[in-house]
């Protein structure tokens, strides 16, 4: 190369423009590489999502905040792929918060395809490990979850979410770890029980409940159980009658005696059950076998999806719903789909108080219907419901029994005359309140602190017309390559036209 260029002008002043060029891209990508490191680790995000997926909400902390046993949380990836794959990422950002808000919660990222003896006494126990799940732990107590686990789907086949409900599977998750065991609720089936959706049994796990099956006529209702489910029976209970010598019914008494409780979902068309009916008599509960119709306070043109009213007051029954009432600008409406009515029995007065010798009961609403509503039977109104006398809905009764002078027992009997209430389609919903309603009344029959208002987040749904994936893909393909090549082309011809000049 001619000496005389090396010192001419031209190479000089296009090589400073090279090396300047060269240095600030250099610094750009030091500072972006410092900045992302620093924000990942001290969770410098504005979460700009309409549906606040990357902030968890106050009634998160609220439910947490009770909690002090040392909790951890480890993926099973490293952190560039969990950041890397979508539906990891906000559970990953999830915990993170709860990192840095809770000393006593640490979060962990393990390689199990490069360790997989980090996680082998998970597996011993009879979990399977994947690089996508993850693993909540406290003392021995542990739980394996996939990424699945932390989304909503609309059925068991679709593989799309439709909301994130990572905040109430790690709220119900921690709990379950961190009490000394986890309650039982034992699900009947040997009555033709009409059968239990899916949506209703993760909720009920969701509120921290192990899910166990049970045929009362062989076995008894074990200790740590809290909750007894029986869903839409289509067969009646058992009692010694002369030719059995075993009680469904006493067994089930024997178990409410005990401290615990019981749901009961009926409707208009479940058939006469003399035994369990005689039994929810006791409880104070007449379920009525009258179709409920409002055609003034319905979803659905017809008026027999009704909308529920909430009871207010200090009943037990208002209380339940308490928090979803008062903590909401407009409380989310719970729909009663072909539901009948529930009376209270003979014997109750007219506050649904009852006493006999040791044991008092009181029976409260839940939810009552509007003055504008009828029962039918048959096709035709038998009845209307007033202003001083709606239709009950749903309904609690609670037991207290004297023990001796100082202990009591509580127990619960609740009763839903809707099985459509607790379908999927329902439970799903985020416009209606149904899946919040049971998850804080299996919590408070429970004895457990209710964190009702833990919502799940619907993904918005935004479409353009027209654009097909393929379409979407080309587009993020050319928008995120052209614009810096042109730029380095800019760059370039900017320093030829110098160099030449």
């Known amino acids: 190369m001619n000496r005389s260029f090396m010192h001419s002008r031209k190479f000089r002043y296009g090589s400073v423009s090279v090396a300047l060029t060269a240095l600030f891209i250099a610094a750009v990508i030091i500072v ?7 924000s990942t680790k001290f969770m410098w995000y504005i979460d700009m999502t309409s549906e606040e997926l990357y902030t968890v909400s106050e009634a998160t902390w609220a439910a947490l905040e009770d909690v002090d046993k040392d909790i951890k949380i480890i993926f099973c990836s490293d952190p ?54 993850v693993i909540v732990e406290s003392g021995t107590e542990f739980r394996v979850l996939s990424v699945q686990a932390f989304y909503t789907y609309s059925d068991t086949t679709s593989e799309t979410p439709w909301a994130y409900s990572g905040e109430r599977k790690f709220v119900s998750t921690i709990l379950s770890v961190t009490q000394a065991e986890s309650p039982i609720a034992c699900l009947t089936y040997t009555h033709g029980e009409k059968h239990y959706d899916y949506e209703l049994l993760t909720l009920i796990n969701d509120a921290g409940y192990v899910i166990q099956e049970i045929d009362l006529t062989r076995e008894e209702l074990p200790a740590d159980c809290r909750l007894l489910v029986v869903f839409n029976p289509l067969t009646d209970f058992q009692v010694k009658d002369g030719i059995s010598d075993i009680s469904e019914i006493e067994k089930i008494d024997k178990f409410l005696d005990n401290n615990n409780a019981m749901m009961v979902f009926m409707n208009p068309n479940t058939p006469p059950l003399p035994n369990f009916e005689e039994y929810l ?39 339940i719903h308490k928090e979803l009432r008062t903590t909401r600008v407009v409380p989310p409406k719970t729909i009663f789909d072909n539901v009948a ?44 419901a007033t202003e001083l006398e709606p239709y009950n809905l749903m309904t609690i009764t609670c037991e207290n029994q004297r023990i001796d002078n100082e202990n009591f027992t509580e127990a619960y009997v609740v009763v839903c005359p ?25 919590r408070s029959i429970g004895k457990e602190k209710v964190p009702a208002d833990i919502a799940r987040k619907p993904f918005a749904q935004v479409e353009i017309e027209g654009l097909t994936t393929a379409d979407a893909n080309t587009y993020t393909v050319v928008l995120t390559v052209i614009p810096p090549v042109v730029a380095f082309g800019l760059c370039l011809y900017v320093i030829i036209r110098r160099k030449y000049a």
Do not use: C
């Not at 007219?350 to 029976?363: D, K, L, M």
């Not at 809707?418 to 299996?442: H, I, P, V």
């Open 80 to 133: 560039d792929t969990l950041e890397s794959n979508e539906m990891l990422r906000i559970v990953y950002n999830t915990a993170l918060q709860f990192e840095e808000r809770m000393p006593n919660i640490s979060v962990e990222t393990i390689n199990i395809i490069n360790n997989p003896s980090s996680v082998q006494k998970y597996t011993m126990a009879g979990s399977t490990i994947k690089t996508y799940s």
């Open 32 to 38: 972006n590489v410092i900045f992302t490191a620093l």
């Open 281 to 319: 008599e006791e409880w104070g509960v007449i379920v009525n076998r009258e179709q409920v119709r409002d055609t003034e306070n319905s979803v659905a043109t017809d008026g027999y999806a009704i909308i529920g009213t909430y009871t207010d007051g200090d009943t037990l029954g208002a209380s």
């Open 418 to 442: 809707s099985t459509e209430y607790a379908k999927a389609a329902m439970l799903q919903s985020n416009t209606y309140g149904n899946a919040d309603l049971l998850y804080a009344t299996f």
């Open 341 to 384: 009515h529930i009376t209270f029995a003979d014997g109750y007065d007219a506050t649904g108080y009852y006493n006999s010798n040791s044991v008092s009961r009181q029976i409260s609403s839940v939810f009552t219907s509007s003055p504008t509503a009828q029962a039918y039977a048959n096709g035709k109104p038998v009845s209307s």
